[in-house]
T-cell receptor
């Protein structure tokens, strides 16, 4: 079946512009996660959703970052007034749910963001 | 101290050898542990997970967990050049995964 999909695959923007990144989880997966991977920082958690609610937003680095999920499916991560330090690969993952500590997360291909 | 620590490598092994990748974690209450493989320019792909003390085997891969020592490892038997990648250890905390920095593995033909 189809895996996690993300769009765009690459995004180049100018400092100060807003960007929207989209994630479409695996069909039937109720939990959705956003991570960021940058050189020297490794893979860091941003936010996750269970259904349409976000129980944990602790990883969002500033109030310029926000995310929403509607209909329990597609999610959008928005970065306002982008800065050069926002340049990274933004990865989305999904899992069946959160009921079990055995739940495994499956990653999408990522969106490579470059802020000039 | 980072929550999840791995040797960054690179770890170089000859083809056919056993590669041993190690990971330690700081939260003693952690319940589940994951190994992901990431090829350059690609996203992480799950290799296996473990949540009980001891060994778990899947093909050429064996995960080992020692909760008393807060240590988890991944052994790759009969290493192949196609195993060359970065291996990420992750610990589940709440709903999220906390990742180590990853160990780069290079398998030489």
């Amino acid at each position: 079946g189809a895996g996690v999909s993300q769009s765009p695959s690459n995004k180049v923007t100018e400092k100060g512009k807003d960007v929207e990144l989209r994630c479409d989880p695996i069909s039937g997966h109720t939990a959705l996660y956003w991570y960021r991977q940058s050189l020297g920082q490794g893979l860091e958690f941003l936010i996750y959703f269970q259904g349409n609610s976000a129980p944990d937003k602790s990883g969002l680095p500033s109030d310029r970052f926000s995310a929403e999920r509607t209909g329990g499916s597609v999610s959008t991560l928005t970065i306002q007034r982008t800065q050069q330090e926002d340049s990274a690969v933004y990865l989305c993952a999904s899992s069946l749910g959160l009921q079990s500590y055995q739940e495994t997360q499956y990653f999408g291909p990522g969106t490579r963001l470059l802020v000039l | 101290q980072k929550e999840v620590e791995q040797n960054s490598g690179p770890l170089s092994v000859p083809e056919g050898a056993i590669a041993s990748l190690n990971c330690t974690y700081s939260d003693r209450g952690s319940q589940s542990f994951f190994w992901y493989r990431q090829y350059s320019g690609k996203s992480p792909e799950l290799i296996m997970f473990i949540y009980s003390n001891g060994d778990k085997e899947d093909g050429r891969f064996t995960a080992q967990l020692n909760k008393a020592s807060q240590y988890v490892s991944l052994l790759i038997r009969d290493s192949q050049p196609s195993d060359s990648a970065t291996y990420l250890c992750a610990v589940r905390r709440g709903g999220k995964l906390i990742f180590g920095q990853g160990t780069e593995l290079s398998v030489k033909p």
